[in-house]
T-cell receptor, first 112, second 113 residues
Framework: SQKIEQNSEALNIQEGKTATLTCNYTNYSPAYLQWYRQDPGRGPVFLLL?????KEKRKERLKVTFDTTLKQSLFHITASQPADSATYLC???????????FGKGTRFSVIA | NAGVTQTPKFRVLKTGQSMTLLCAQD?????MYWYRQDPGMGLRLIHY???????AKGEVPDGYNVSRLKKQNFLLGLESAAPSQTSVYFC????????????FGQGTRLTVV
C-alpha cells in the first residue's frame, strides 16, 4: 500500500541548533514534494516545493532535499528559534490530476 | 486579500442532522479540495474538484457529498451527521499546474453529539 511516514510525532530541540525532519514514502513515484507549516488552530501554510529532478532547495533558514532512490525528503531548519515551533507536514503528488497526499506531520518545538 | 474562506468556523450538530460547509476562494484556482484532520491521522482527502462542475472522491468520501457549481465555491455536505464525523475540516485550492502550492482555509471545527 502507499504510505507517507514522517520520522516522529514530536521533535524537541534547543534554540540555535539545526533540526532535521524526515519524510519517507513507499509505493509512490512523486513528481514533486512539498513541505507545509501548521500552527495550532490554523490551516497549513506552504513553505517549499522540490521537484523529482532537484536534489536540494533553500529558502532563508530552510533547506529541503529529495532523494528518489531512498524515497526520502529531509527538511532542515538551521539556527532554530522558538518561533519555528509548529507542526511540519510533507505532501507529495504524482503527475496528472491527482491531489496532494499528506503525511501525519511532525510536532516541532524549540526550547529557549 | 481574502484567499480561501471557510464558513462556518465552528459548529455543533446532533446525530442525524444535516449541514453544508462552504469554501470560497478568490484566486481563480481551478482545483479545490476538502480534507479532514483528526488527531494522529493527519490530513485525509474527502473529495476534490479539478474544475467547475466536476468532483471526484478522495480517500474518505463516505458520508459526504460535494458540489462545485461555481468556480470560486466548493460545498461539502453532510446529509446525516454521525459522531465519527467530528473533526476539523480544511478546504484548499490550487492552480491547475500541480507544481504549485495549495492554499488552505482556516478550518471548520465540527462536533457531532
Amino acid at each position: 500500500s502507499q504510505k507517507i511516514e514522517q520520522n516522529s510525532e514530536a521533535l524537541n530541540i534547543q534554540e540555535g541548533k539545526t533540526a532535521t525532519l524526515t519524510c519517507n514514502y513507499t509505493n509512490y513515484s512523486p513528481a514533486y514534494l512539498q513541505w507545509y507549516r501548521q500552527d495550532p488552530g490554523r490551516g497549513p501554510v506552504f513553505l517549499l516545493l522540490i521537484r523529482e529532478n532537484e536534489k536540494e532547495k533553500r529558502k532563508e533558514r530552510l533547506k529541503v532535499t529529495f532523494d528518489t532512490t531512498l524515497k526520502q525528503s529531509l527538511f532542515h531548519i538551521t539556527a532554530s528559534q522558538p518561533a519555528d515551533s509548529a507542526t511540519y507536514l510533507c505532501a507529495l503528488a504524482v503527475s496528472g490530476n491527482t491531489p496532494l497526499v499528506f503525511g501525519k506531520g511532525t510536532r516541532f518545538s524549540v526550547i529557549a | 486579500n481574502a484567499g480561501v474562506t471557510q464558513t462556518p468556523k465552528f459548529r455543533v450538530l446532533k446525530t442525524g442532522q444535516s449541514m453544508t460547509l462552504l469554501c470560497a476562494q478568490d484566486m481563480n484556482h481551478e482545483y479545490m479540495y476538502w480534507y479532514r484532520q483528526d488527531p494522529g491521522m493527519g490530513l485525509r482527502l474527502i473529495h476534490y474538484s479539478v474544475g467547475e462542475g466536476t468532483t471526484a472522491k478522495g480517500e474518505v468520501p463516505d458520508g459526504y457529498n460535494v458540489s462545485r457549481l461555481k468556480k470560486q465555491n466548493f460545498l461539502l455536505g453532510l446529509e446525516s451527521a454521525a459522531p465519527s464525523q467530528t473533526s476539523v475540516y480544511f478546504c484548499a485550492s490550487s492552480y491547475r499546474d500541480k507544481n504549485t502550492e495549495a492554499f488552505f482555509g482556516q478550518g471548520t471545527r465540527l462536533t457531532v453529539v
